[in-house]
């Protein structure tokens, strides 16, 4: 079969890839403990499937406009304006499905042929990917383990060029948890705005951030400069809805627009009884994100407890999301001489799923959750260290 040329260097997820792996070890009857999950244990809060059940017992079941209901486009306006002090609207919103689909209909209106982005490394593994699809080319912005695996302003002004588009700027960071204070963020903000550059924000985990650091948008840009400014987000981490597939973002109009046209000719609008629910998400309380947020920064805490009494293993602490990003590169051998191959040898040899730091732009690190019980996380650590012989 004939396959499009430009799928042909596009690589799987390698977070779904090893799920993939799991399950299918699971149905050969092996007990497998994954570390690997993007998605929290928490069930999604009950006023918000209140409302799900709601919108269907109200016979909500037809099309809706591409770019979402109004009422859920104010409903996100509302959430930017209460988290962040702006002052948006519902015309400066769009509602996608998932956050992916947000990233990859900005890439698609913001790309043309060999236009550069500036990515941040460790990255999410899907950013290079979809920069690609939209015929443009990732520059990898390298960062260290010693500044918290943070961009510094100096590296970003380096790798500009005249073929530079945009940046993307992703705090709480997947893999990493790394989190940009208000002074880091406007330094980089200052420099990217003056260079011309489109900011592109994705802010997934912002209820997600460990005191005593606190989350830092960069909303109050868009408002400075909402032609060079977006800001994605979602339902999905924060609010326990992965499988809602409800993303957002908030940008200039004329960019809205633009998104809607590519949503219109591919999936048009969310599904509406997610929509409906993702009004009671934006709008109702948010007291059970902070019980959920309180487990997440103990688990974390006693994770990097255990990761740190290993011999060879280093690892900054995270201030957001739910991954740590551990340096185990000290422990590479003849068997395991790389991120893939010791995390193939962790599922294989000790049933425990992690995720190579190659898929995010570090081979030397491997990414790990914490979102799961401690006892199944403990348990976990036990069989990686013994597997390693950290026991």
Known sequence: MRIAKRLQEIKPSATLAVSSKAMELRAQGKEIISLSVGE?????????????KKAIDEGYARYTQVPGLPEVREAVAGYFNKTTGVSAEGKHTIVTNGGKQALFNLFQCLLDPGDEVLVPAPYWVSYPAMIQLAQGVTVAVPTTSENGFKAQVEDIKAAITDKTRAIIISSPSNPTGATYSREELDAIMELVL?????????EIYDQLVYPPAEHASVAPWWEKAPEQVAVLNGLSKSFCMTGWRVGYCLTHEDMIKAMSKIQSQSTSNVNVIAQKAAIAA?????DELKTMRDVFMRRRDLLLERLNGWSGVTCPKPDGAFYVFPDVSALYDAKRPDSTTMCTSLLEEAGVATVPGAAFGEDRCIRISYALDDAVMSDALDRIAKALGLS
């Open 282 to 286: 934006l709008t109702g309380p948010l």
């Open 40 to 52: 929290t244990d928490f069930p999604t809060p009950e006023h918000i499937r209140t409302a799900a």
């Open 194 to 202: 003056e260079k011309g550059l489109f900011v592109i924000s994705d």
